[in-house]
């Protein structure tokens, strides 16, 4: 006669289905809309359930000679559209001046955190010279700083949102440029 398979066999084996049928489901109905511009997912039974993974692009951005850039409206979420940021990069494409580098970036109107996304404080290098980059996520995630409490609303902006760039000070004149790049998902409320 044969073993009965054990519980804990069964829910593996079950847990194993369940997660191949959702890859399934994923390459099946995640297929990019254009290059480089986003993926779109519509519900099965209502095309206008909708989620969108994109790539927000901002430059290229003088440094100007100001202390603080800021993005405006840069995360454009509404309360019937939200937006969850994954990261953040800013590449320098023009060394800034001397001695003036990528001090913070953050949030601004109508959250203020200055170093949501990224502290000089923590980085190994200084960025200011063209070729330099960063990759930052939401409260300083991946980082020693971070704790889910420093997490606006959990991650998710249901209002317009401006991001800021901080230099460690006003550069004395206007030299060098960077580009920032959000990367979000987007999701819309459901209407039947």
């Not at 993926?39 to 095309?47: F, L, V, W, Y």
């Not at 023009?94 to 109508?110: A, F, M, N, V």
């Not at 409490?149 to 230099?167: K, Q």
């Amino acid at each position: 006669m044969a073993k009965r398979a054990s519980d804990g066999r069964i829910a593996a084996i079950m847990k194993s289905a369940v997660s191949d049928e959702i890859e399934n489901w994923k390459a099946d109905n995640s297929k990019p809309s254009r290059a480089g511009g986003y993926s779109e997912i519509k519900a099965k039974g209502s095309p206008k359930a909708k989620w969108r993974s994109r790539i927000w692009k901002y430059g290229p951005i003088p440094a100007g000679t100001e202390q603080t850039y800021t993005l405006s409206g840069a995360i454009s979420g509404s309360a019937n559209g939200h937006i969850e940021v994954q990261a953040i990069s800013l590449m320098v494409t023009s060394s800034l001046s001397s001695s003036i580098y990528i001090d913070k970036i953050g949030l601004g109107s109508p959250i203020n955190d200055v170093n949501y996304f990224y502290s000089s404080s923590v980085s190994t290098s200084l960025v200011s010279s063209s070729g330099d980059a960063i990759l930052a996520h939401p409260a300083r995630g991946g980082t020693s700083e971070y704790t889910a409490g420093d997490l606006v609303n959990g991650g998710y902006h249901t209002a317009s949102t401006h991001v800021t760039v901080t230099f460690n000070a006003a550069p004395a004149t206007d030299v060098g440029d960077f580009y920032v790049f959000i990367y979000v998902d987007k999701f819309w409320k459901l209407y039947e």
